[in-house]
């Protein structure tokens, strides 16, 4: 049957079916056109409002930060450098320089076991150097891994006290990342029992040690939900809730929230720290309506959507972290947990509206904020609870507790389909005796009560210590959310994550995301919150007088020129591009002239007026370039004038000259400072032989006097280029007068902030007058 004759039997049919007006085969041709093209439509409508709707909610942050980090050069600060970071006057710079060589020869001592057990390592520990690595924004990690090299070996608890391989006792707030809830002497005495309690079975792993059902019971309490699966850390819990998921709900995408953590798994880590193009995972704005209409409008697509309740603290910003103290605007937290509240409660009801699991990453919270976690904190429930940390009193876990329809692993109507998910160490017996000492102690009724005096002292502490940063003018602050609390900065700052050294030098431990989040287990009594904020204060204090905070007054325009130094160098960075291969004995030349600029500028233009001289000069220098080709004589004479500052500049403000320049090149400042006389030699010569010391005579003779200037210039310079030849060689001839014709440029490179930095010194020098 041709294409013609299956259509008009359409036709037929549907005349006949519809009792309409015979079709003709032309007509049909013309409406299966249109019925193809509503249809396109349709689908093309879709997918637009589809793609409308996910760009309004999507996070852009997790993606453009994963682009940018691709191109974000590597750089690193010279000593220098590091402490003008935010353009900061030399006064400040030598009180800073000052402070890093104390703090650093503090640590060296007070620490020198614990340095030199991490250096013995380091090397071959990765997760150490992983660690160490993003403590400190990138351009400072240079300098403070040479000066520093912190490293944290304990031996022993007691309380909030950890004791260091130096002897020290210090006072933890890193909650081993957020592990230690209860304080360490339970955990202690919780694995102690728990292995009493299994230690006839040991490590036999498949049969499963009867604790097992006590756990299953309680944890199904706590969570309200009917299943329990145990696993080996959050990650792969969180790995597993996810799976399930997707396995019964036969969908495949996952929703996420910008800045949640949910371990490092790359399934679900949509910005920095994975490398691989996220195609099943969505992470949308938090707290955005646009959100929960993209969840309605593709709950088809949806699988479950993923929460880390914390989140309440900070929505929408990554793990905090010292290396983002950059600015206060950016480490704004959450006021209140109020409207998180009612944000869970709202994605609650569109999950239960489009039949889409809601599952809350309680690693973190669960155990935390209450015995009920964030499901009792916050008074929503979810479908698949995922907890760790904590959870087995001391031992490494996961779990997953969730209901039953998502908690299968095979497919009744089909067997061969199986969701693969198990481990050789579920539920391992040390790990459920040390659990079941755990969930024991926290489904007491009076625990309850130790969560709550716990967060009402935490809150205690968080007022009072507000109170006296306040009355003390320090520029920052605390926050709280339950027992997690963290540092927020008032101002913004490139040194705001320092703070987190001046802390471990008054003996506090802190994870290595620094001062960005802390943690108070709930054995923190009153003396150990009046110790913590002694610490801070001082800390604080200290910080502030070794001038890493400056006052508007201290550095005005501070915050302006902070910016700008730091939006120059992330551009300087970006648009680095790759060096052209430039053959080894011209790379060579370039190094070796370089190094002797820099040699320069240490030994003999440390002086900023020296500094703005050159500027000056150079200024004038590169004029005059220009200028000689149509002027020699105002080009001469400017240039006279501009090497007479410059000669000035070195004679009467630095020290005579640095013994490499003499070594190498046979020069001195002395030298210098007798070939400019012979410069202005030359016109009182002129003059005297003239007879007549006028400014007309002067005038007059100029002209011929800037010939001879010239030529003297010719012959000085090819004089010393001979004299370099013939004693070392050719290219140490080259590499000199190639460095005197490029001073000028690189001169103006180096120095061009001295105006700025002389105004500051002389206000400085006013307001000490003062
Ligand atoms: C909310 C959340 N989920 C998952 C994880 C990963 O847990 P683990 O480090 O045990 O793999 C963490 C760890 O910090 C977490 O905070």
């Not at 079916?17 to 085969?25: D, F, N």
């Not at 590091?82 to 320089?97: P, Q, Y």
Request: glycine share 6%; net charge neutral; charged share 20%.
């Amino acid at each position: 049957m041709s294409l013609n004759e299956a259509l008009q039997k359409t036709l037929d049919w549907i005349t006949h079916a519809t009792g309409a007006q015979t079709l003709i085969l032309s007509e049909g041709w013309i409406v299966l056109g249109l019925m193809i093209l509503v249809i396109a439509a349709v689908v093309m409508g879709r997918k637009l409002i589809t793609a409308v709707l996910t760009l309004r909610a999507l996070a852009l942050t997790p993606t453009f930060s994963r682009r940018l980090s691709k191109w974000v050069k590597s750089y690193a600060y010279s000593d220098e450098e590091f402490v003008r970071a935010d353009g900061g006057g030399e006064r400040w710079v030598a009180l800073r320089t000052q402070a890093i060589d104390r703090l650093a020869g503090f640590f060296q001592t007070r620490y020198a076991k614990s340095i030199a057990w991490g250096d013995g390592i380091r090397e071959s520990f990765s997760d150490l150097r992983f660690t160490d690595a993003n403590r400190v924004p990138f351009p400072f990690m240079r300098v403070m891994r040479e000066k520093f090299n912190l490293c944290s070996v304990v031996t022993a608890s007691d309380g909030p006290k950890l004791l260091d391989l130096d002897g020290q006792w210090t006072l933890d707030v890193s909650g081993s990342y957020g592990l230690n809830v209860a304080g360490f002497d339970r955990y202690k005495e919780w694995m102690h029992k728990g292995w009493e309690q299994v230690k006839d079975l040991g490590p036999v792993l498949g049969p499963l040690h009867p604790i097992v059902a006590d756990n299953i019971a309680l944890l199904k309490t706590i969570s309200h939900t009917d299943e329990v699966s145990f696993h080996m850390s959050g990650t792969e819990a969180v790995m597993a809730a996810v799976r399930m998921a997707r396995f019964n709900t036969r969908r495949k995408l996952i929703v996420c929230f910008s800045g949640a953590y949910h371990g490092w798994w790359d399934g679900v880590q949509a910005g920095l720290g994975s490398e691989r193009e996220l195609t099943d995972c969505l992470t949308l704005k938090d707290l955005h309506p646009a959100s929960l209409a993209l969840i309605r409008w593709r709950a088809q697509e949806i699988a479950a959507v993923l929460i880390n309740p914390v989140q309440s603290f900070h929505p929408n910003s990554p793990p905090p972290s010292d290396t983002v103290l950059l600015t206060s605007a950016m480490r704004k937290t959450e006021e209140s947990s109020t409207s998180y509240a009612e944000w869970l409660r709202q994605l609650r009801d569109v999950c239960t509206a489009c039949d889409i699991p809601l599952i809350f990453d309680e690693v973190y919270t669960g155990f935390r904020l209450a015995p009920g976690g964030a499901q009792e904190y916050f008074g929503v429930r979810a479908d698949l609870v995922v907890y760790g940390k904590t959870v087995a009193g001391g031992m490494p876990i996961g779990v997953v507790c969730g209901k039953r329809e998502l908690m299968k692993r095979f497919d009744s109507e089909h067997p061969m389909r199986i969701a693969y998910v198990i481990g050789t160490f579920s539920a391992h017996p040390l790990v459920m005796g040390a659990m079941n000492e755990f969930l024991r102690w926290v489904t007491q009724p009076d625990t309850a009560q130790v969560y709550d005096t716990a967060r009402q002292r935490c809150a205690r502490w968080v007022q009072a210590t507000n109170q006296q940063l306040a009355a003390s003018a320090l520029p920052l602050r605390v926050v709280h959310f339950g027992t997690v609390w963290t540092v927020l900065f008032k101002e913004p700052s490139r040194y705001n994550w320092l703070l987190q050294y001046y802390l471990r030098a008054e003996g506090v431990t802190l994870s290595w995301v620094g001062t960005g989040r802390c943690l108070s287990s709930l054995d923190f009594t009153e003396d150990d919150y009046q110790e913590l904020q002694d610490k801070l204060l001082r800390a604080a204090r200290t910080m502030r007088s070794d001038a890493w905070w400056l006052s508007e007054e201290q550095q005005p325009g501070r915050e302006k020129i902070m910016r700008s130094h730091l939006f120059w160098e992330m551009v300087g960075s970006l648009v680095r591009v790759p060096a052209p291969r430039v053959p080894a004995p011209l790379k060579n030349f370039y190094t070796e002239i370089m190094r002797r600029k820099h040699d320069d500028h240490v030994a003999s233009h440390s002086n900023i007026i020296n500094q703005f001289f050159h500027l000056l000069s150079s200024s004038v220098f590169i004029y005059c370039y220009v200028l000689i080709f149509s002027d020699l004589t105002l080009a001469m004479s400017l240039g006279l004038a501009a090497l007479f500052v410059r000669q000035i500049g070195h004679a009467i403000l630095e020290p005579p000259c640095h013994d490499k320049e003499e070594l190498l090149l046979g020069l001195n400042t002395r030298k210098k400072t007798m070939v400019v006389g012979g410069y202005l030699l030359l016109p009182v010569i002129h003059l005297v032989s003239a007879g007549s010391v006028t400014m007309e005579t002067l005038g007059a003779t100029i002209p011929v006097v800037a010939w001879q200037w010239l030529l003297m210039t010719l012959a000085v310079v090819g004089g010393h280029v001979s004299y370099l030849a013939w004693k070392h060689d050719l290219r140490s001839a080259m590499i000199w007068f190639v460095k005197l014709a490029t001073d000028p440029l690189t001169d103006i490179a180096a120095y061009y902030t001295s105006p700025s930095r002389l105004m500051q010194a002389i206000q400085a020098r006013k307001g000490e007058a003062l």
